[in-house]
């Protein structure tokens, strides 16, 4: 990889920690062990199954909120503080600031990750005494999460080289509600005629399909997940943020930054 | 540096009895009658419109309303009963929200069926969320027994056997199922049959509930064939003497019984005049259809615990 690009993601992901956005752990930590406690007393039969909802859910939404509030900052925050100047004025290039962005931000979003994985496999094997293979599907889950992120802070990036951060997290929070409805969106294209179907159509290929990347009850029930849905979600996460950054870099390059 | 001292001390002190005067007012406010039970209230009642706003985060939803759904009949358990007003309509959206979350369907069915003021006394849709678990979850061969369990208790043998019979053609289906299908098409409302429902029910799961409430129903069963037989010797015995017995005692030094006999507790059986037996302790023996002492109300809460 490019050296500059690798150092502004060494120092997004710096500057995110010393934001103490892993405080979030914490919080999750509490959370994860109240449910594996508590659940089993006033419920009936779900403690694995809570673990594993409560778990997958509070890592996906800690880290779509993660992804759009530092993610919408991005740019606009080292324009206000005029730090954009001091990099842009050394031999980096604006697509190279924007890459090296993303890759900061999705970098602390798996180091994030990776310790909440931790603290969902801890509660499991809290509640059921022993980890079994089926639980395996919690890891694909999770990759799905990491997924969702990557889509995510790709989106947040694009409206901050843009837009002001609070437009920003507003796109960026509708566009992840309308995306968990893609799959109703195509549904409806499906349903309707002339020009309301093209225009449902497109709408449902523009926004991203989170919906796709939501396979936390069928793991919780121990379904597998098919490998061909695992590979296909990839490559479309892979496509689409491609698509997303490269939108971002033609704003940025054309933004008159004076 | 003194004033900053003094504006912590003030503040902690303010937090502290602030915080302390909260939770004693919020005990008050527990303890005022409320002016509508938010209880029997369910604010959005349609499973699609929740599945559509929980984002696809539906199954910690069906977890959070499947949590619900045993607070509200466990609570309503302890006021003693009542119309179970929102049972139905919470085990519907959890199940809706995530058709394979089993316990709902196997302890949701039980909570329906249950006669009032135990249960909603709903057989109805006992069957009707059970017949939607199956649809939902159709290799599942507990869901069939237990859908054979609610027409079983219904009466209705025909259907029961059905169910047990499609229930027994699952792959790793427990074997008695097909000697159940058979069983309740011949003898549907045999003690016999009961007995074997319960037993199996006993043996096959690891549920310390279930069990206790299989264990209690099989005591019940017992005590059934108990009194059943004993009345019949103390018929027999006023044929050869022309009277009823006072008391078991008589009944031992005559030889018609060997001792005094005991319900499946331990506890001795009494007798009454006019020749009826019934248990000495009718609380800690739920389920009884016989032995019970005249006017004997059974309680809101099936004692299924055997310890004192």
Partial sequence: MNARILHIATNTFREAVRDRVLYNLIAFALLMSAAAVLVGQISIHIEKLVVINLGLTAVSLFGIVIAVFIGIGLVSKEIDKRTLYTVLSRPVRRWEFIAGKFLGLAGTLVVNTFFMAIGVFAALAYVSHHLESADLGVLVALYFIVLQFVMITALALLFSSFSTPIFSAIFAFWLFVIGSFAQDLRNFAAMAHGITRFLATAAAYLVPNFSALNVISQVAHGEPVPHRLILLNTTYVLVYSAAVLSGAVLIFERRNLK | ?308
């Fill in chain 2, 1 to 308: 540096m003194i004033r900053s001292r003094q504006v912590t001390a003030i503040a902690s002190t303010v937090l502290v009895c602030s915080m302390a005067m909260a939770a004693l007012l919020l005990r008050k406010v527990d303890e005022a009658p409320p002016a509508a039970s938010l209880q029997q209230m369910l604010y959005i009642s349609s499973p699609k419109l929740l599945k559509r706003l929980c984002l696809g985060y539906e199954g910690l939803l069906a977890d959070i309303y499947w949590t619900r759904t045993v607070q509200y009949f466990g609570s309503k358990h302890r006021q003693g009963g009542g119309t179970y007003k929102l049972l139905w309509p919470l085990l519907n959206i959890t199940t809706q929200l995530d058709p394979h979350l089993i316990p709902a369907y196997e302890f949701g069915g039980t909570f329906l069926i249950a006669k009032q003021p135990q249960g909603a006394g709903d057989p109805g849709k006992a069957i009707e969320l059970v017949q939607y678990g199956t649809q939902m979850n159709p290799n599942d061969w507990h869901l069939f027994y237990d859908l054979a369990f609610i027409y079983y208790d219904q009466k209705d043998y025909r259907h029961a056997a059905d169910a047990f019979l499609r229930g027994s053609q699952l792959p790793n289906a427990h074997p008695f199922l097909k000697i159940m299908a058979a069983q309740m098409a011949q003898h549907g409302g045999d003690l016999k049959t009961a007995r074997m429902m319960w037993s199996a029910t006993y043996q096959t799961t690891h549920d310390k509930m279930i069990q206790a409430n299989a264990a209690a129903h099989l005591r019940a069963i017992q005590v059934d064939e108990d009194v059943a037989a004993i009345e019949q010797l103390v018929q027999t015995y006023r044929h050869r003497t022309g009277h009823f017995p006072q008391t078991f005692s008589e009944m031992v030094s005559s030889n018609f019984i060997h001792g005094i006999p005991l319900d499946p507790l331990g506890h001795p059986y009494r007798l009454e005049a006019g020749g009826r037996v019934i248990v000495s302790d009718p609380d800690d023996l739920p389920f009884l259809n016989q032995g019970l002492p005249s006017g004997y109300v059974s309680k809101a809460v099936p004692k299924l615990s055997t310890a004192n």
